[in-house]
């Protein structure tokens, strides 16, 4: 007998037979769509689709599970389903309410589907304004891309399961150096038009349009351009497409508005999603040549390394797991500079040093890239009572570096860096924009304390043993710092300095001055 | 003569196959490391042009006023995700 739907913690089994895209609805709200083809496992006799790894945390408690078809909207499967052994409902929600569900790129959201209509109003019409500003402020030929474009072409309104509204300009130039210097130039009008801007990558960056329920929606713009003959739109997309495709802008209906869209865009949607883009899929995903991606990553997010791990690792419960008490090193150094001297804390983390310091009477910074940082480094202050001012800077972007050392070095008055655990973190790019930094900032007082561990300790078993990590030498590493012009002036290495848990690693302790003596 | 011409015999092969393989892997990262100069030059340009027209006037106000600008869009390019 051919294998029934059922729903349990491990996953929705399926019969073999089913290839259409099925949306699965949590006491009727929609929390994640698959698609059977690409996301089943197992045999035909025993065919599993294993729930998505952000819905997983969320799987204790019961509800009234259903399974339907995407397209028609036939009911395969309903059931109360019990996950684990809690007998609450599961709610997926966020603080306000409003239902979650996982989207295309893989990430708990809400979505246009679970937007009230005000809103979806509101969101066009932000869409707009957004549009008009990058065509008549900017100068740019902007136009309606991805899943707001898909939407206006198939039936004239926002798709459901999207959570962000996308738009894509065509760039004047042909090199990636130019496409970069193009985006950050935009991004700075749209700022002086007052709008908030948070950046991507090189080639797009986001629009935070505020809702009147409290919550923002983002609008991506997405730089397109051709390089070497081929037409690249980022995110990963590279293939054959004539400009002519593109330009001269022509217009499509969205929501009843009427907006900028490529000149064919039946042609530019075939080359974005396929030649299926007619047939609505909320399961879709890209699947990018690791080539075009590479390409990409290099041309436009190398400033991105490994942020989504530190940013997923502060955003999740693991991050609980780290001590809130001081670190023998944070100890350590307190004992060697002066009482109430400035303390800048790079990759501060969860702040737990950040804050031992500001209690010890030592004005700090706390500073990290991953914006998760900061609601965990003000609880813990608050908790302890005292004052910690945060920031984020983001050591892989030469930019940021340039600009955070030209603030501190104009500033006067002495302050010292303390970086536990960052140059494991950091790649030869971002060490090297480290020790610029610091360049920068003391090159006429104060010291840099840094603690690492050793390549001694490569192989040995980790308290976060997924955590990203870099070993180093020691001696590279002064060697390194004297090319940066640094001089070591005190050097530790061995165990017993830093142990976690069951995890005692080998670990270096530097003292480095910058000042010219 | 064309390197597959002299790898006649299979262990030949094996070791030429091999060492192109290296010289491939090679060619690859520095191909990487040169896409990102781009974006590195690019962040250089854009924090001296922005700096330089105002410094080579002299005007410390505007200088200043430029450079600020600039540090108030730090927090804004910190990476997000989508």
Known sequence: ?517 | MRPWSRAGRPDERDRLIEALTRRVDALEESVQENRRLNQRLADVVDVVTEVLVPAADRDDARLQAALQRLIDTLDADAPTTH
């Open chain 1, 1 to 517: 007998m051919a294998q029934q739907y059922a729903v349990d913690d491990t996953g929705i089994a399926v019969p073999d037979s089913l290839a259409e895209t099925v949306d699965v609805l949590f006491d009727g709200n929609r929390v994640w769509s698959f698609n059977p083809t690409r996301d089943a496992r197992g045999d035909r006799n025993s065919r599993v689709v294993p729930w998505p790894k952000p819905l997983r945390p969320h799987l204790e408690g019961v509800t009234e599970a259903a399974l339907v078809t995407h397209v028609d909207g036939r009911a395969l499967y309903s059931s109360e389903v019990r996950f684990g052994t809690a007998s609450r409902r599961i709610r997926l929600a966020d603080r306000d309410g409003n239902p979650l569900s996982v989207d295309k790129s893989g990430r708990l959201q809400r979505t246009f589907s679970n937007t009230h209509e005000a809103s979806r109003e509101l969101i066009v019409d932000a869409v707009d304004r957004v549009l008009r500003d990058l065509r008549e402020v900017c100068g740019l030929d902007a136009f309606l891309a991805y899943g707001c474009l898909l939407g206006a072409v198939r039936d004239g309104h926002m798709i459901g399961h999207d959570s962000d509204a996308d738009v894509s300009y065509l760039s004047r130039y042909t090199h990636p150096f130019d496409i970069i210097r193009e985006s950050y130039r935009v991004a700075r009008r749209m700022r002086q038009q007052g709008w908030t801007v948070a950046r991507m990558s090189g080639a797009d960056f986001k629009v935070w349009v505020p809702l009147p329920d409290g919550r923002r929606c983002g609008v991506d713009v997405f730089g397109a351009f051709h390089v070497g003959g081929w037409f690249h739109v980022m995110g990963s997309l590279r293939g054959h497409l004539d400009r002519s495709v593109v330009l001269p802008l022509s217009t499509v209906t969205l929501e009843g508005r009427e907006l900028p869209a490529p000149a064919r865009p039946e042609e530019f949607l075939a080359f974005t999603y396929g030649p299926g883009w007619r047939v609505p899929d909320p399961a879709f995903h890209f699947d990018h040549s690791r080539d075009d991606v590479r390409r990409m990553d290099a041309w436009f997010r190398a400033a991105r390394r490994r942020y989504r791990f530190w940013h997923d690792f502060y955003g999740s419960r693991r991050a609980a797991k780290v001590p809130t008490g001081p670190s023998p090193f944070a100890q350590w150094v307190e004992e060697r500079i002066q009482p109430g001297s400035r303390v800048l804390d790079v990759g501060c983390g969860t702040g737990r040093d950040a804050v031992w310091f500001a209690a010890q009477g030592h004005p700090v910074l706390a500073i990290d890239y991953a914006s998760t940082h900061r609601a965990i480094v003000a609880r813990l202050a608050k908790e302890q009572g005292v004052s910690v001012q945060t920031s984020m800077l983001n050591l892989e972007s030469l930019r940021a570096v340039l600009l955070a050392g030209a603030r501190w070095a104009h500033r006067g008055g002495r302050r010292h860096i303390y970086a536990r655990g960052l140059l494991d973190t950091l790649g030869p790019t971002g060490r090297a924009n480290f020790w610029r930094f610091a360049a920068m900032v003391q090159r006429r007082s104060g010291r840099t304390f840094v603690e690492f561990r050793t390549r001694t300790s490569e192989h040995e078993p980790t308290y976060f043993h997924t955590h990203l990590r870099t070993f180093l030498d020691p001696a590279e590493v002064v060697r390194e710092i004297e090319a940066y012009g640094g001089r070591v002036v005190n050097q530790v290495v061995g165990r017993d300095l830093a142990p976690l848990g069951f995890e005692n690693p080998e670990i270096c302790r530097l003292v480095v001055r910058w000042d010219q003596q």
